[in-house]
């Protein structure tokens, strides 16, 4: 893999009043956008990365699909877009066998922080909000790193003693950014948060997908759980099944927050993969956050025609009904979404601000939105 010590972006902080108009909204709004310093709390890039070879590092088009599915994000992209935080997600083959997941998981891994090392100049590995704040103050981009499918670390796999020794090395001095490579313990150390199922049906538990038979937490799960709330790990219940949504509910340290990353909210548009205002108040009264995906589907527009304003509707209800505090942004970019057409990839993603000024939004609430809430609870689990 070649090195690419710089990434390539227009900086448009230079001229805002013309990134403001070549996205039609006002100064005012990317003002308050660079202020409320954007974190997203789920890029699925990495998947493409490990499928077609799509470098993280290169700045892409709109792809043979017109940004759909894929080629909404890079990190070129994001730096131009000023996102300041984005959760790197690693996610689990449910094809794959449970011997060989260990393996494969420890390699992905390594594969992805060796990317995100490779750019120093412009990306920082953190695990922290104090973390966040450091490489905002070098002007990095603030890279944290998921993991979606818990089958991957499971109690009985492997990969979970290389969490506890992750766990180890940071007791004993290792500094969290560390990014030795490919093997040092430390590295482990660096995973924020773990959605403990995906599309299907797992060892850990049930899916909400509709073939999924909202079955819920296993014996196995309910282990993970702990084990994550052992090492500060965020649970993460997005495409979990109610029932087992409910029973990680029961075991999780009620001390610690939980979190759904990527989501709609079925007060908004009633779909499997939305939660319900009950689940919403749920994650509220732990002190987590939810995030809104850019599905337009999910969110209640037709597929191929959705509008930026639907993520906003579904971040009004979550603030309606659980407080100010609990919306954030999830966007599942590069998951196979179908975003909405005034917004296909980060670089549009200032627009929302002015949605929400527009829908009369305080300033205050939109900055809890683009980073304030998740910086919270990430305080709230790791100080």
């Given at each position: 893999?070649?090195?690419?010590?710089?990434?390539?972006?227009?900086?448009?902080?230079?001229?805002?009043?013309?990134?403001?108009?070549?996205?039609?909204?006002?100064?005012?709004?990317?003002?308050?956008?660079?202020?409320?310093?954007?974190?997203?709390?789920?890029?699925?890039?990495?998947?493409?990365?490990?499928?077609?070879?799509?470098?993280?590092?290169?700045?892409?088009?709109?792809?043979?699909?017109?940004?759909?599915?894929?080629?909404?994000?890079?990190?070129?992209?994001?730096?131009?877009?000023?996102?300041?935080?984005?959760?790197?997600?690693?996610?689990?083959?449910?094809?794959?066998?449970?011997?060989?997941?260990?393996?494969?998981?420890?390699?992905?891994?390594?594969?992805?922080?060796?990317?995100?090392?490779?750019?120093?100049?412009?990306?920082?590995?953190?695990?922290?909000?104090?973390?966040?704040?450091?490489?905002?103050?070098?002007?990095?981009?603030?890279?944290?790193?998921?993991?979606?499918?818990?089958?991957?670390?499971?109690?009985?796999?492997?990969?979970?003693?290389?969490?506890?020794?992750?766990?180890?090395?940071?007791?004993?001095?290792?500094?969290?950014?560390?990014?030795?490579?490919?093997?040092?313990?430390?590295?482990?150390?660096?995973?924020?948060?773990?959605?403990?199922?995906?599309?299907?049906?797992?060892?850990?538990?049930?899916?909400?997908?509709?073939?999924?038979?909202?079955?819920?937490?296993?014996?196995?799960?309910?282990?993970?759980?702990?084990?994550?709330?052992?090492?500060?790990?965020?649970?993460?219940?997005?495409?979990?099944?109610?029932?087992?949504?409910?029973?990680?509910?029961?075991?999780?340290?009620?001390?610690?927050?939980?979190?759904?990353?990527?989501?709609?909210?079925?007060?908004?548009?009633?779909?499997?993969?939305?939660?319900?205002?009950?689940?919403?108040?749920?994650?509220?009264?732990?002190?987590?956050?939810v995030g809104v995906m850019y599905q337009s589907s999910f969110l209640g527009d037709?597929?191929?025609?959705?509008?930026?304003?639907?993520?906003?509707?579904?971040?009004?209800?979550?603030?309606?009904?659980?407080?100010?505090?609990?919306?954030?942004?999830?966007?599942?970019?590069?998951?196979?979404?179908?975003?909405?057409?005034?917004?296909?990839?980060?670089?549009?993603?200032?627009?929302?601000?002015?949605?929400?000024?527009?829908?009369?939004?305080?300033?205050?609430?939109?900055?809890?939105?683009?980073?304030?809430?998740?910086?919270?609870?990430?305080?709230?689990?790791?100080?």
């Open positions: 893999m070649s090195l690419s010590p710089h990434l390539a972006f227009t900086d448009h902080r230079a001229a805002p009043d013309a990134w403001a108009a070549s996205l039609g909204i006002s100064r005012a709004a990317i003002d308050l956008y660079l202020a409320a310093r954007p974190i997203d709390l789920h890029v699925d890039s990495f998947i493409w990365q490990r499928i077609l070879g799509y470098d993280l590092r290169k700045r892409h088009g709109h792809g043979l699909l017109g940004a759909r599915f894929y080629s909404q994000v890079d990190l070129p992209r994001l730096r131009e877009a000023q996102v300041s935080g984005a959760v790197f997600v690693i996610s689990t083959n449910p094809l794959r066998s449970t011997a060989a997941r260990p393996r494969v998981f420890e390699k992905n891994f390594a594969r992805l922080k060796s990317i995100l090392a490779s750019v120093p100049d412009d990306v920082q590995l953190v695990r922290t909000a104090r973390d966040f704040a450091d490489a905002q103050a070098h002007g990095k981009l603030a890279a944290f790193i998921g993991i979606q499918g818990g089958n991957a670390i499971d109690r009985d796999s492997e990969s979970a003693r290389l969490l506890d020794d992750g766990l180890s090395a940071k007791e004993n001095g290792l500094h969290s950014n560390d990014l030795r490579e490919p093997s040092a313990s430390a590295n482990f150390s660096s995973v924020v948060r773990v959605t403990l199922v995906h599309l299907s049906n797992s060892r850990v538990g049930g899916t909400s997908a509709p073939l999924g038979g909202n079955r819920g937490l296993t014996e196995v799960g309910r282990q993970l759980v702990s084990s994550l709330n052992a090492r500060r790990i965020f649970v993460d219940l997005a495409h979990i099944s109610k029932k087992g949504f409910w029973e990680a509910l029961e075991v999780h340290d009620k001390s610690l927050p939980m979190i759904v990353t990527h989501t709609g909210v079925s007060g908004v548009h009633e779909h499997w993969r939305n939660l319900d205002d009950e689940q919403v108040r749920a994650i509220a009264k732990s002190g987590g956050v037709p597929i191929f025609s959705g509008r930026a304003e639907s993520i906003v509707r579904h971040l009004e209800h979550i603030a309606k009904i659980a407080g100010d505090e609990t919306p954030a942004l999830g966007s599942d970019w590069d998951g196979a979404i179908v975003p909405p057409l005034d917004m296909k990839t980060c670089l549009e993603l200032p627009r929302l601000v002015q949605i929400m000024l527009d829908r009369g939004w305080r300033d205050e609430r939109i900055t809890r939105v683009f980073s304030g809430n998740f910086l919270r609870a990430l305080t709230l689990l790791r100080g």
